[in-house]
């Protein structure tokens, strides 16, 4: 059976350029990063090249990149970094309703240590709503954390006006790029953030690699200890061959983004339109035009996400029904209640997210069997109309 991938939201294959590069380090640059003799100092050598690459593409300093294993541990540095320098003063951090779990989870664990958490609301396309957020911060907020585009849905959030907002307060803005990065250009600087997470496996570099950009001057206080790796932040052997395959990763996304995102917007373009014509009773999720090009989200009426992504699965397609980093959990979209749907209609929500090994073939081939595969589900819902 062939087998298409349309989860690239989720997670992306690695690329043959980066998987070249990733087993040439695996090979030859074996050596701790710390060490002093011929090994190490190749090691080192590499992690500084990889450095000043992911600077340069962000328009960063090459000291302002912190490298993680995870766009969550990069999430969770940022704001447990940030709030442990303010434990016992009741101090107010702002997140958005629609964050990935990696940064709502430490803002549960930091509100049961005594700071103050506020959620700032979101439209119905899922976009910030500004003057709601400026009124949720108070001469006590330290932190705003809000995400560069939305993973499950793809809309993406004005974070240049959220910057001007947050200095206009005196406050830190912290933002998740990991779907963004190598997708869109990013100048840390023009958009005004104070930390920005970034992801290797998102854009078809190795799983293992990540980075926190902190901007010069903010301090954080480091959440793994012992070594003294990374200027004192992130103590661990580091992982040079996998950066050094993120490296390369990015510079390869940098190149081509402009023709690639192009392309990919074309298929989702032709994707939604066929889909909304093709199934009744099917909605396009997130705002139709401040999106993501490759993130689709759609939700059928009188019928479970869930079963349409197994059905899918059986004729050799992947998708998801939102965020795949917690597919066990069948509770109802954090992200698609946030934009006022009801829990029925949270549940009948897919995700197509398409990438740079995607064809117009294997969308014509989704396009021929979604229709039948809806059809046949909502014969035998409980929800539906018929």
């Known amino acids: 059976m062939k087998k298409i991938y349309f989860d690239n939201a989720a997670s992306t294959p690695i690329d043959p350029q980066v998987l070249n590069e990733l087993a040439k380090q695996l090979k030859d640059n074996f050596g701790n990063s710390e060490s002093l003799h011929f090994a190490g100092q190749l090691a080192n050598k590499f992690l500084k090249k990889s450095r000043s690459v992911i600077a340069k593409v962000i328009k960063a300093k090459n000291n302002e990149i912190i490298f993680t294993s995870s766009a969550t541990e990069s999430n969770n540095l940022a704001i447990f970094g940030i709030a442990e320098q303010y434990k016992g003063k009741d101090k107010t951090i702002i997140v958005s309703s629609i964050e990935h779990e990696s940064v709502l989870d430490p803002a549960k664990e930091l509100e049961k240590q005594g700071f103050k958490i506020k959620i700032a609301p979101v439209d119905k396309f899922g976009i910030i709503k500004l003057k709601e957020l400026e009124k949720l911060i108070d001469n006590d907020t330290i932190l705003i954390s809000i995400m560069h585009a939305n993973n499950e849905i793809g809309t993406m959030e004005p974070i240049n006006e959220i910057a001007k907002l947050c200095h206009k307060h005196n406050v830190l803005l912290h933002t998740d790029a990991a779907q963004t990065l190598g997708k869109t250009k990013i100048d840390v600087k023009k958009l005004g953030v104070d930390l920005l997470t970034g992801s290797s496996h998102k854009i078809y570099g190795p799983k293992g690699a990540a980075f926190l950009y902190v901007k010069s001057g903010i301090k954080i206080e480091p959440q793994i200890l012992g070594g003294g790796q990374e200027f004192g932040l992130r103590s661990s052997s580091v992982n040079v061959p996998a950066i050094a395959a993120f ?36 909605y396009l999720t997130g705002h139709p035009k401040k999106r993501l090009a490759n993130i689709n989200s759609f939700r059928f009426s009188f019928v479970e996400g869930e079963s349409i992504l197994m059905m899918l699965n059986e004729k050799g397609i992947a998708v998801s029904t939102g965020s795949a980093c917690s597919t066990k959990d069948l509770q ?37 069997v979604l229709p039948k595969i809806i059809k046949k589900l909502r014969k035998i819902s409980p929800y539906s109309n018929k």
């Not at 390369?248 to 909304?276: F, M, P, V």
């Not at 949270?346 to 398409?354: D, F, N, V």
């Open 332 to 368: 109802a979209s954090h992200v698609l209640l946030a934009l006022g749907l009801t829990p029925d209609q949270a549940h009948g929500s897919l995700r197509i997210s398409l990438g740079r090994f995607n064809t117009m073939s294997e969308i014509n081939y989704l396009i021929k």
């Open 247 to 282: 490296a390369k990763a990015l510079e390869i996304a940098d190149q081509e983004t402009e023709n690639e995102q192009k392309k990919i917007r074309k298929l989702s373009d032709y994707l939604i339109k066929q889909i909304l014509a093709k199934i009744p009773n099917s």
